[in-house]
């Protein structure tokens, strides 16, 4: 069994990214269940020492970023990979349609609101980067944002191509500022994510998940994977690639994702502080005297 290789998910300015050359599955990095559970067990004490670290050093944060069709296992992933990770140092926000109070700010307003502090996990559960997906599929909703006719350019490319950079741009900020940001897409198959729907329709405990609007969506599946293809490419950068994580098998996915995560925790360049074994000494003495009071 080989091996997870996080370089081959990775998406940076080097590499170009093609939804139809792309696979949406890959041979298993398990055994079997209990492999799986294992390897994930062993990657989420590995990620929680990291975290610890990073959260004493007091001076880097991470922002992760999920990205992906509906049923692409969004959810399910955030919920197993960060199981260990203390809860007190990490953060998750997610992002539906934006509200009126959003709509009175810039597009990039309600998501600096979430950003984590230093020494914590954030996570997205989708992004800014709807607003160069979902837009772009329905790009009549620009009216909504109430954005000045006069600083709309004439040419709707031009308009993404602004938003790209304005994301790149941001995400190069928080970069600088000691905040990698980690992009995943869940690259999922049309067919397979229209199983999933049909088991959610089955469950009576999941029916509600669903809606008519999402199957609405699912009808611009070609234009969403053009919209994907298109944004990956623009904004992938050696700073902050993305990551196309093959998501047909649920249990590779996770794998995949917790190796990386793992990996980028442990990369960072972050150590406890020094202590000072006389002062920690004092320190035990006094306590031993409070006790013995």
Known sequence: ???????DFRYDDKRPFSDKETATITDPFYTDEADQSRQLDALADRMDQAQNKMHADEHYGLLVVFQAMDAAGKDSSIRRIFKGVNPSRFQIAPFKKPEKEDLKHD???R????????????VFNRSYYEEV??????PERLKEQSIPETLLPTNEETLWKQRFGDIVHFEDYLSRNGFPVVKFYLH???KEQGKRLV????DTEKQWKLSPNDLEERAFWPQYMQAYEDTINATATQQNPWYVIPSDDRVNQQLII????TEILESLPVQFPETDDKEAKKLIKQIKKQDSQ
């Open 1 to 7: 069994m080989k091996k997870i290789n996080s370089k």
């Open 107 to 109: 597009f990039l307003w």
């Open 111 to 122: 998501f600096w609101q979430e950003l984590p502090e230093r020494g914590n996990i954030g």
């Open 133 to 138: 997906l979902v837009l772009r599929v329905h």
């Open 188 to 190: 999922v198959d049309q």
């Open 199 to 202: 088991a959610r329709l089955e």
């Open 258 to 261: 917790a190796t990386i995560l």
